[in-house]
Structures are given as structure tokens and as C-alpha cells.
DNA sequence: GCCATTAGCTAAAACGTTTTAGCAGTTTTT
DNA sequence: AAAAACTGCTAAAACGTTTTAGCTAATGGC
């Protein structure tokens, strides 16, 4: 484990000429800086030879810039953040970026904590899930000279560019759908993080329901704790079949698959009697049966958006313009309801 | 944006004592270099005050660490790498490191040129799912002075740490699992990769089925390419069933789901005839119905004994020496045979 | 009162790049 | 033939840390 990485010095000292020359040759500034297409493909045969890789943390250190972008979600074990960091490497490596990624687990305290880490390493940028309560965690991260972009939700009072889908238009789609099944009586699941997805989640909800003819008398909603789904959901359902509803609204992926996970042991069987409609779109909500309505969210669209504004921020910081973007999904029928 | 972070230069002065000094104080070594305490507490003071933040660029280049392990999955967006990657940030995190991820797509290429970035980051460490004809990048890469634990599967050839699962007996439980339940005839699919946990689980299920009467005559093996799903598996499933095959048994999670979304729209119902079980426990196998049984890896384990490993090895490399780890998972039982 | 020790600190080199000013020749312009 | 412009390169500073040798002053032992 003696062996050293070769370095610039290195292949300078093997060719008698300066580590500049060596610089500006393996960094592509040979044309501009006029030298010669002898010494270019010299340095150049050599550093193969040798092996050479630059030291990503000497240039960052020099330039200023790290090269990376940090990505905070709320688990990237959840595959809807999965998806979400698959597309963000991807487009990231197109423009010559990398990805660290850090999990907040919906604690703002977590966030914050990975916020720091981060700027100690110099990241260029940061796509960020926002939680609820870290408002004043995001307030102070808007003093760093340094782009952020929320993705997924975004918070207000933090006036910041956000990619999110439109959760108002999804859940306004999703209620619609019901109604025009023939359901009455829907219950809806909510997660308690009062953060922009879920409220305008609730909203379009209930902007659906306003089209029933007994309006929010025929509804439900039964707010969850994202820490406390194991608890909280079953006896939030059986509460909420108990007062009738012909039918399930889950607002997004974990809370519905818990959810029919405990219909499934109880023997409940979903499809007719409750119907069902979810956020998200799973693998599991096409391997069920019967399949799940759902609203897929254009998940690769805000992230391709998120990482273009990411770019756009850092190449002219000057002229750049905030903007909140936000995106249709689709609603995807299957046979839940 | 052009406020500058604070740097130990900045307190020095402040302070009017030497940069080193502040460094000491700020890296917890006052003790050791018989700094004041009266000293250190001004320093430590004046830090938080100007919202100092270590710039780890710099101190990477000093020391020689990045305090980044690199980790490299197939595919980030699939849940069995997603809860990988979950349980890797954690462990990382508990010794102070932080995750840089990268996707191959079972691509040796792409793997390569991911191997490229990290050692060009100065990554401490790499955790890496190997992928197939790999093996020259694999050697070249055992030559450089970093520690690396391959995970989830091995390459023969190449001697180096592995954390893993029991592919062998979770593919002979599975197997049995089927035989138990009075299913003659089986048929199984894999990928096409040449890999120890794809080998290991074809080895499984043919032990499995040498308890049988009739021998290997009882099955038949599907090989499917990882980038071929969709176009190869329907003509597979169709020619397995025709065959007379009772039982299906998936040697992954992409492959079983796939193949339950092609049975479902074809309107074939699982879980009597055709029986089926799998490898891996992604959260449709719990929700569909019938529930898939399966045999869970135990990705927590392998993960949190792959990190210690990396820690081990980067402590303290000269003693350490090289061990195969394999770790058996759990046969979940459910109602799809 | 002298030497040895200790306490508390500083100065400076080093890590591996990038980047710019400018030097010495050569060629072109006038 | 002198002035100007260009060619091809080098030297050196800078990025923000860490770390070590070593300096000065105070303390202790006798």
C-alpha cells in the first residue's frame, strides 16, 4: 500500500518540462495557451502511460470548485427517492457532476446536520426534499453563496427554486376518478408534515369532493405520523371504514402500501369494496391485485428540470431568475377502483 | 454571492494568534499540544461565532483522506440497492464517512469509469456489486492502495473481501419450499450474468431439484439478459408453462415482478397454478395477492459488516486479512405456493 | 544561581492542482 | 534594421488545511 498515485510533478519530471505545461495540457488549455502539438501528445502519451488521474480534492481546492452535488431525500431507500437519485446521478454526470446523497429521515435536525456536512465539502450545489420545521435551517442555508434547488415539495417562506409535480392537479384527478366510479363515501390518507405536497394534496382532495353533492360531509381524512404508521394506520382504518367509505384516497406511496398490507391481513379484500387511488406509482401498485389507481408523478422530468436549473445557477448566478416549477403526472388506472 | 466562508486564517487573526494554533484547538488536539485552555475556549468561541465550517477539500488534500467511500450498485432505483445504499449511509455515518454513489447497470465499462471518479476523488474506500466481464477492471483496480469489499456477489479471480448473501442455500430453500408443496414440475429464470450470486442460486435450485424423482428432467432454466427483460421474458414464460411447468421460481426481484406484471395481463392467476417463489422481499411481494413467498437477503447485515470491514482495513491494513463473508437470509413464507 | 525541564505557542512546509505574468527567441511589419 | 508581434514555454503564487520542529519564557531541582 506504498505505491503513490502519480501526479503532475511526476510526468513533468519524466519530460523536463514544467508542471504548468503538464496543467494545461491534461486539462484540455493547450490551443490557448499555444503550446506545442509535440509537447501536447508527449504529455499526453505519458500521463497514460503512467497511469496518471488527477486528484479531484487538489483541483477543488484551487478552483473553488468541488465538482459534486449534494442530494438530500427523505430515504433513499423509499424507491420513489430511489428513482429520484437514479435520475438526478444521470443527468448530474451529463454536465460532469456526482452525486453525494444523504438521508433526513423527515428530521429537520438530520437535515441541517447534513446541510453542514455538505458545505464543508464544498459541494457546488444542492437539490433538496425540504421536511417540516426546517424553515429556519433552510432560511440560514439561503446565506451560502451556493444554488439550491428544492425538489418534491417545496416551503414557503424560503424563497428558492422548487421542482415538485402538481400534487393539487394529482389528488384533484385521483378524487374525480372516484367519484365517477360511483363511489360516495371516501376516506382519505394524509401523511401530518404540514409541507407543500400534502397540503396541496389535502386541497385538491377536497376541491374534488367539492363536486359531491353532500361535499365534505362525505368525506374523511385521517392525518398519520410519518414516524408512526405501524400505529397509527390500522386503527385510522378501521375507523374510517367503520363510518362507511366505499372507498380509499392515500396520498402517497408508504401509506398506501402499508395500508393495503394491513387490508390484506385482515382479510379485506380491496378492488370493489373499499376501492382504492394512491399517489405514486410503486412496482407493487402493478404487481397487486387488483392493480392501484394512482397518480404517477414525472418524477424524471423534475429531476432533468432540477439538475438544467442547478447548471443554469451556477454558469450565470448574475442573471439568473428564481422560478417554481411544477409539473402534471399522470393518472394511471388500473383495476382498484 | 460573495461572501466568503470563514477560514482558520480568518479566526487566526481575529484572534491574532497563529493558524496552527486554531487548528489544533478546532481538530480536538489541544491537549496533546499543550494549548491553553483559556486559549482553545476563545478559539472555539470565535469559530461558532463567524459560523466557521471546516473546508474538507483542504483538509483532504493534507491528510490524505477524503473521508468518502464510494459505492457502486447496479442500479440506485432498484429497491433491493436502494435499502443498500440506506444501510451503507448509516453505517458510514456512525464512523464518519459520507457516500458517493455511482450506477452501473451492470455495465463493466460504466463500473470502470465509476472506479475512474472515485480513485480521481480520493475516495478511503470502495464498496462495490461487482458486475459481469469485469475482471480486468477489477485486477487493475486491486492494484491501487485503496480497501475494497465487494458486495452482494463476488467475482472468482479476484481475491477480496466479499460480504454476501447464502445464494446457494436461500435458492435450496426456496427450491425444497416448492417440492414440499407437492409441485412436480419447475421451471426457473435467471439472468445471463456469469456471476457468483446468479451461479450460486442456479447450483441451489438444482440441488433442490436432484431431491426430486425425476431429477433435473422435473425443470427447466430460463436464462434472461439483464437489458433484455421486457423482450425476452414473455416468449420464456409462455414456453415454460407450455412445457407443463406447475412452479416458477425467480432468481431476482426485477425478473419476478416483470414476470407477474406479464401473468397478470395475460389474466394467468399466480399462486396456485402456476405456483411460484422468489429471491429478494421488495414491498410488492407483500402486497400482491397472493403474497410471494421468497427468501429474504439479509442486506442490513451485509452492509453493516462490509462498512466494518472497510473500517478495519483502512485502520489498520497491515494485519488485516481477506475473508469471504456469507450470511444466510429468511424463507418468507406467504400464499403464492 | 545555574541547568534541565516544561508550557505555550509560532513559523513554515507540504498536500497537488490551476493560472497568470512574463521571459527568451523567432517571425513579421514597417 | 529597428520595432512590433507572436510562439512556446516557465516560475511561482495561491487554494485552506495539518503537522512538526523549534523558539521563548516560566518553572523546578539542586
Known amino acids: 500500500?506504498?505505491?503513490?498515485?502519480?501526479?503532475?510533478?511526476?510526468?513533468?519530471?519524466?519530460?523536463?518540462?514544467?508542471?504548468?505545461?503538464?496543467?494545461?495540457v491534461l486539462s484540455g488549455k493547450s490551443k490557448e495557451n499555444r503550446i506545442s502539438d509535440a509537447k501536447a501528445q508527449k504529455v499526453i502519451l505519458k500521463a497514460r502511460e503512467m497511469g496518471y488521474q488527477i486528484n479531484q480534492l487538489a483541483r477543488g481546492l484551487r478552483t473553488g470548485r468541488s465538482g459534486i452535488i449534494g442530494l438530500i431525500v427523505a430515504d433513499i431507500a423509499n424507491?420513489?427517492?430511489?428513482?429520484?437519485?437514479?435520475?438526478?446521478?444521470?443527468?448530474?454526470?451529463?454536465i460532469g457532476y456526482h452525486v453525494m446523497f444523504g438521508s433526513s429521515d423527515e428530521n429537520p435536525d438530520k437535515l441541517n446536520s447534513l446541510i453542514n456536512i455538505f458545505l464543508s465539502r464544498q459541494v457546488d450545489a444542492m437539490l433538496i426534499v425540504p421536511v417540516k420545521n426546517s424553515l429556519d435551517y433552510l432560511l440560514e442555508l439561503k446565506k451560502q453563496p451556493i444554488p439550491v434547488v428544492y425538489i418534491d415539495r417545496y416551503c414557503d417562506g424560503v424563497d428558492e427554486d422548487v421542482c415538485c409535480a402538481d400534487n393539487y392537479d394529482g389528488a384533484l384527478q385521483?378524487?374525480?376518478?372516484?367519484?365517477?366510479?360511483?363511489?360516495?363515501k371516501?376516506?382519505?390518507?394524509?401523511?401530518?408534515?404540514?409541507?407543500?405536497?400534502?397540503?396541496?394534496?389535502?386541497?385538491?382532495?377536497?376541491?374534488?369532493?367539492?363536486?359531491?353533492?353532500?361535499g365534505s360531509n362525505a368525506c374523511s381524512v385521517?392525518?398519520?405520523?410519518?414516524?408512526?404508521?405501524?400505529?397509527q394506520l390500522k386503527p385510522a382504518l378501521l375507523k374510517t371504514l367503520d363510518k362507511?367509505?366505499?372507498?380509499?384516497?392515500?396520498?402517497?406511496?408508504?401509506?398506501?402500501l402499508k395500508s393495503?398490507?394491513?387490508l390484506n391481513e385482515m382479510g379485506i379484500a380491496i378492488g370493489e369494496d373499499p376501492g382504492l387511488v394512491s399517489f405514486d406509482n410503486p412496482d407493487a401498485f402493478s404487481v397487486s391485485t387488483p392493480g392501484v389507481t394512482c397518480y404517477e408523478q414525472p418524477i424524471e422530468l423534475i429531476c432533468s428540470r432540477a439538475v438544467k436549473t442547478i447548471y443554469e445557477k451556477i454558469e450565470n448566478s448574475e442573471e439568473y431568475v428564481m422560478e417554481r416549477r411544477i409539473y402534471k403526472g399522470e393518472l394511471i388506472i388500473r383495476n382498484s377502483c
Open 174 to 184: 385521483l378524487t374525480r376518478h372516484l367519484l365517477k366510479k360511483g363511489y360516495d
Open 79 to 94: 424507491p420513489f427517492f430511489g428513482k429520484m437519485a437514479r435520475f438526478i446521478e444521470n443527468e448530474a454526470s451529463k
Open 1 to 24: 500500500m506504498v505505491r503513490r498515485q502519480t501526479k503532475l510533478a511526476d510526468i513533468a519530471r519524466e519530460l523536463d518540462v514544467s508542471v504548468g505545461l503538464v496543467s494545461l
Open 244 to 256: 362507511g367509505c366505499e372507498a380509499l384516497f392515500f396520498a402517497n406511496n408508504s401509506i398506501a
Open 260 to 262: 393495503i398490507q394491513i
Open 222 to 231: 385521517s392525518v398519520i405520523g410519518y414516524d408512526e404508521l405501524e400505529s
Open 186 to 214: 371516501i376516506g382519505a390518507f394524509v401523511l401530518d408534515d404540514v409541507l407543500s405536497n400534502n397540503i396541496d394534496r389535502i386541497k385538491g382532495f377536497q376541491a374534488g369532493m367539492a363536486d359531491h353533492p353532500s
